[in-house]
């Protein structure tokens, strides 16, 4: 049975089925910028149709990725070699004409990125399911805007923490002061120094 959610609930399950897909697309290209790669050097293909079709797919990750690295945010795992690889591929050509090492080389660095891509597109996924089953999730703007696992009321900030701290310690030392003689009478020369006894009041003894 399907957990009934709430409104902010249903909105991070949006917002998580929206980076599903983004990433799903992303590593739906990711896959056709290795099969056009694979299929340059087969017997009979159409290379300038390949060439074509490798800078268009070339074009859509990179403008795919700039998007989806800021909307994924802090769900962003994919390995940081991945434009790198987009951008070192000329075209294929230029890779082919490379040793048989440097392709292999590339090969396996275009695996090791998409590897990272699924487990990305994975990890979102299962956020996507706990948040439709009702477990509270949290997106990097409920984070930024306060609503991280603290949850609201109750408690104190640091900053009023160190305020009360601060208060306390002056309170005490005050109070500590007026039970010491030489330590009373410099808080008494410091509250005539300002103004919160005249020059002729003095402690009652």
Known sequence: MAAKLNKKQLKVVETFDRKVSMCREFMNDWLLFNQILSAYPSPGVNKAQLENQFLKIKSKLAREHNVLKEQLGTDYKIDSNTMNIVAGSTNLESVYAQSEVAV??????????????NETLGNIEDKKARAEAGERIFTDDMVRGGGGRGGGGGGISESQKKTLVILVIIIAAIAAGFFVPP??????????AVGILSPDDSPIE
Not at 183 to 192: I, L, S
């Open 183 to 192: 330590v009373r009478e410099y808080f008494m020369d410091g509250f005539r």
């Open 104 to 117: 292999k080389k590339l090969q396996s660095e275009w695996h090791r990125s998409f590897i990272s891509i």
